[in-house]
């Protein structure tokens, strides 16, 4: 990849964030930690760079009768423990770093004199070339293409129209063709202008990127899928696979989001040396082994990129041995004071650091990483974790023999529960 990229992020003394400092591997970064810990905030910070502009809410607070917004400031900040130079009258209060592959940086402020609805600003922000895929996407509808412009269409017109339906519904929840829509209607047009007729010559540009497509299908679809070719049968468009043509529109939400996804990253791809993806909750739609293929598969597919993940799932976040892993921690520490904003003080005890896994972290089975990296306890339902503390409940006050240890097996395996025959006899033989 050229130079283009990220290489470090640091934010300090906002919001929930203690101290983050997350260093970018050239080619695969993973986030992960649980709701609430700023994950896609972290993101936004990246993704304003290709035009994906968040806004954040402040905290009203009333003294004298006087409304007032307060915006998630540290007093440390304002000690000048983090940065230095900290606060400018022009343009604000200093939260934060990016250091660029090329060595540039640049500096994240909050600005002042905002009201309840705020935004930050990126001093010194770099040129990056790069796309976001977000975790909420348009939902499908059904639509058949009635009208084709008589204007054969650029690889920019092709990739724009896909991105400016993603743009529109991220902005204002708002769906114009719907996603699919798009892709039949170009993919007819790259058919129709790209072989010609009698009387109109061919376009061997468009046959290339309709081809192109195709084959980032047969590196990212499920092999199970059997994807072999699409069809054009004017004006559907078609999957051709081992088992038979079905329409693109009849395929399930995962195989279609795998279709959007390749699409935005291929198209985007066009005339670039190297750029940056960036994922929100990638997962969503995914079946598990489909999040277990998915970055491989993506990395493969387009060597040329330095990919950036949120996710909650444990199949990404070992999907790839060189990367880096980063969770999202709370820390019980009292950093705030007197003088802190009133929002800061709400979340006194739950600050926020980012803590990188090792390559033993993130080896680990998907029950390993969901207890050992995101905290939770046990994957198992509620009731069967209630079921199995009755069952223990049962047994206490028997003698530990062989005719007991067998009862309390055979009882697990009627229920389902023989999962937990180690957790019941640790509970039963655990000194009370």
């Not at 990246?46 to 806004?55: A, P, V, W």
């Not at 423990?81 to 640049?106: K, M, N, P």
């Not at 069967?384 to 409940?393: C, T």
Request: hydrophobic fraction near 35%.
């Amino acid at each position: 990849m050229d130079r283009q990229g990220f290489k470090r992020l640091k934010i300090q003394g906002w919001r929930q964030f203690h101290a983050i400092d997350i260093e970018v591997h050239p080619r695969l970064t993973i986030i992960t930690g649980a709701n609430g810990a700023g994950k896609s905030t972290i993101l936004s910070f990246l993704t304003r760079h290709f035009g994906y502009n968040r806004d954040f809410l402040a905290t009203p607070q009333t003294k004298s009768g006087i409304v007032s917004f307060t915006f998630g400031i540290f007093k440390v900040i304002k000690r000048n423990l983090f940065f230095s130079g900290q606060y400018d009258a022009g343009q604000g209060t200093r939260i934060g770093e990016i250091e660029y592959a090329s060595g540039q940086q640049a500096s994240i402020f909050l600005p002042p004199s905002q009201g309840l609805n705020y935004s930050i600003s990126i001093h010194g922000q770099q040129h990056v070339d790069g796309v976001h895929i977000d975790s909420h996407r348009p939902p499908n509808i059904y639509r058949h293409v009635s009208t084709i412009s008589t204007a054969s269409p650029s690889s920019t017109d092709i990739g724009n129209g896909l991105n400016s339906e993603y743009m529109n519904y991220y902005s204002n929840g708002q769906i114009n063709q719907g996603s699919l829509h798009h892709i039949k209607l170009s993919l007819i047009q790259m058919s129709i202008f790209g072989h010609g007729n009698n009387t109109m010559e061919p376009n061997p540009e468009l046959i290339r990127l309709f081809s192109g497509f195709e084959q980032k299908l047969r590196e990212i679809l499920p092999p199970s899928l059997g994807f072999e070719r699409l069809v054009i049968r004017s004006p559907e468009v078609l999957l051709s696979t081992k088992s038979g043509d079905f329409l693109i529109d009849a395929a399930s939400g995962g195989v279609i989001k795998l279709i959007e996804v390749a699409w935005q990253i291929y198209f985007y791809s066009q005339g670039k040396s190297g750029f940056v993806v960036t994922f929100d909750e990638p997962e969503n739609h995914l079946h598990p082994s489909m999040q277990k293929s998915f970055l491989p598969n993506i990395m493969k597919a387009f060597p040329n990129t330095q990919i950036i993940v949120v996710t909650h799932s444990p199949f990404i976040i070992s999907a790839m041995r060189d990367s880096f892993v980063y969770v999202l921690r709370y820390e019980d520490t009292d950093v705030a004071s007197d003088g802190d904003d009133q929002s800061i003080k709400g979340m006194m005890g739950s600050r926020v650091y980012a803590e990188q896994l090792d390559t033993v972290n993130k080896a680990g089975t998907a029950s390993e990483i969901l207890r050992d990296v995101l905290g939770i306890t046990t994957t198992i339902p509620d009731w069967a974790e209630d079921r199995v503390e009755q069952i223990v409940a049962d047994y206490q006050g028997w003698p530990m023999n062989k005719d007991t240890v067998a009862a309390i097996y055979a009882q697990l395996e009627r229920e389902g529960l023989a999962a937990s025959y180690p957790t019941v006899l640790a509970s039963l033989t655990r000194p009370q």
